[in-house]
Structure formats: C-alpha cells, structure tokens
C-alpha cells in the first residue's frame, strides 16, 4: 500500500520529538526500553553536536535499537521559512512550528563571540507598552524542543570552517517571557548546559525577565544561569505603565529579589536592561532616581536605543541623550553601557521579533500544496 502525504504527516506527527530532552530525561526513556543510561549520552552527541537525525546513521547504536528507535521517536526541527542577513552579520530566522505558528530567532556575531537570542513563547502577554511581540497577545509556550530546536538549527546553518561551535551564547530575549513557561525553559536551558550537547557555561546562558518573583527564586536554586531584568523606569508609577506586570512585583520586591538572586552566585552580576523612551524615562533626574534603586544590588546597566516600530507611541532617546543618561550613572558608581542596535534592516533588534500566527488551515493548505509538486520539504 502506498502511504499518502497525509499518512506520512500524521505518522511523523505520532512520533514522540525528543529534541528537548535533557540527558535526565532520555535516561528514563532509555530506561524504559531496558537500556543502559549511557544510551542517552550516545544519543545527545549524534543529535546535539553531530547534527545526525536519523537513527540508522547513528553507527554505535545496536540495529534492533536503532529500528526501534526509528518507530517510536525522532528528532524534529523547526522548518526555516526565512532566512535573513543583515550588513551587520546579524541572522534572523522566521521558524514554521508544527501546529503553524512561527516565531524568530537571531544570531548576532561580535569580535570572539557569537549570540543567539531565543524565543520562549509564541506571542507574549505581559503587554509592555514599548515592545511589538506584546501587540499580537499570547498564542502558546514553546516546548523545550522548540526552544533547543532554535540553538540546534541556528549551528547546523554557521557551520564554521574551523569547526568551532558558531554559537558560544545564548539569551532568552526573544519573543516571549521565559518565566511564564519555567519548565520548558530550565529544560531547554539544562541541554544547553550539557556537555554531551552544547557545553554552555551558565554565565553564557542569560535569561531576560520582567521581572516574576516566584520564578526567580525558584531560578536561583534551580537553574542559575545568567539573570537579566527589564527595568526600564526607576519608580513603580512609570513602569507600572511601561511594564504592567510591575502592579503584581514591585521595584523594591524586585530589588530584594536580585540581590537575593546574585547571593547564590558569588561575582556574578544582574544586568538590568532600560530602553531608553525620549521624553518618557530618559531625563538626569530619572538617571539619578535609577542609581539609587539598583545601587544595592551587585549588578551592570545596559541601555537599550527604542527600535521603533509601526504605531508605538515611542520615539528612541538621541544618542547624546543616552550617552549624557550613562554619564550620570556612571559617576554614581553604576557600570553603565549603551547597546548598540544591531540587524536594523532587517528589523531583528530587541522588541521588535514577531512571527505570525497561523492556524491549521494554513497547515493543511501546505500539505494540499506538498500533494501536488508531489514532494515534502
Ligand atoms: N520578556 C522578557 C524577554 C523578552 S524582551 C523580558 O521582558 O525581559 C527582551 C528585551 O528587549 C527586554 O529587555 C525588553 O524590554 C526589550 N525590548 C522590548 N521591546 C523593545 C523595543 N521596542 N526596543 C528596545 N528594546 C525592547
């Protein structure tokens, strides 16, 4: 009997993906299949670090496991529907989700290092009132797969000449707020950590939140990676207005929070990012207000330009402005550094990642298309 498009899909679909399984979590699958743990780390260096998919490649694994592996799980990726460079170097990915959402990554390379910034969540729905995934409301998390998949992809696709890994850190600042999917996120972030997968210290992987107090406790003693928090105005009236989630957490709870979160974590810093509104947060005596907030935590200060976007209200502070902003933090004792904006052209800056939400019509009009040229992509 020949299988359909359609059969293929689904089939492929009723496959467990177990791309965002840790090490922990393979070992229980394995486990259950009455194999040794060492399974799993055999596994994690052929997906993670060689890229090899497919069980029948996978030479060190038995062939009856192997069959059996082949019925039971794979190892998916998101589809890549564009691909964007900018002048800059900067990458940005618009990635298909099976379900046919998609969301973006960028990869951002600088003298010695390179960044991926990840997304957590389809949407986002903290309603920041500066920042564009806030616009299209909140769809669904990501899976840990889908929130690997991006780190996995975006090394298949900077394979370097020299071999070395292309991506030597990650930021959780992509669309979405990754407190609000912790489970996923930790999980993503342990394979990240890995050694048998992508080796990652914990001070190259950063997570940015707006600050969700439980979370960061949880964190802290859970998964103590990098931590990085939207400030973005020095008292609770304003970033009540700018961030809302603000009216639940407020700046002092906040501030208490990260000193907390830095005692876990001896020499290391919170950096807290402050977009810089004009007119709005950006004045001397703000600057002045915002060194004595932060000034008791151990911590480094970026500000971020405003990247506009199409009806935000919002104008970016002038380059002068910033710069006169860092100058007065500065001198209060605050270590203090203007983000440059990077990938404008291709609209791949802080706030502005969007993806498009799709439905499953949209799915299945692909398939109906797959049917007709007769090929799968
Ligand atoms: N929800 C998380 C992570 C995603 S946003 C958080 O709030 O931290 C990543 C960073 O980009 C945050 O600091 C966010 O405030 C900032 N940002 C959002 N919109 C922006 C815009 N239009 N211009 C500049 N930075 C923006």
Known sequence: MELSVTDIATSQASLENLMGHDRLALEEYFASLGEKPFRATQVLKWVHQQGV??????????????????????????????????????????????????????????????????????????????????????????????????????????????????????????????????DNVVQAMRLMQEDFAYGLSKRRVTLSTSGLLPEMQRLSKECPVSLAVSLHAPDDELRNELVPINRKYPIQELMHACREYTKGLPHQKITFEYVMLAGVNDSDAQARKLAKVIGNVPCKLNLIPFNPFKGSGYSSSSLTRINHFRDILMQKGIMTVTRKTRGDEIDAACGQLAGKFTDRTRRTERLQQVTLTGEIH
């Open 53 to 182: 998919y497919d069980f029948s490649e996978m030479t060190n694994l038995s062939k009856n496991l192997r069959l059996k592996l082949a019925s039971q799980v794979s190892f998916t990726l998101p589809e890549i529907i564009n691909d964007q460079a900018s002048e800059d170097g900067t990458r940005k990915w618009l990635l298909r989700l099976e379900d046919g959402n998609s969301i973006e990554a960028v990869f951002i390379p600088e003298a010695g290092r390179g960044t991926l910034c990840v997304s957590s969540q389809v949407g986002c729905a903290l309603n920041c009132s500066f920042c564009a995934t806030a616009r299209q409301g909140f769809n669904r998390n990501l899976t840990s797969a889908e929130i690997v998949g991006q780190l996995r992809l975006a090394n298949q696709l900077l394979v370097r000449p020299d071999n070395e890994r292309p991506v030597t850190n990650v930021v959780m600042m992509g669309m979405g707020e990754p407190m609000l999917n912790y």
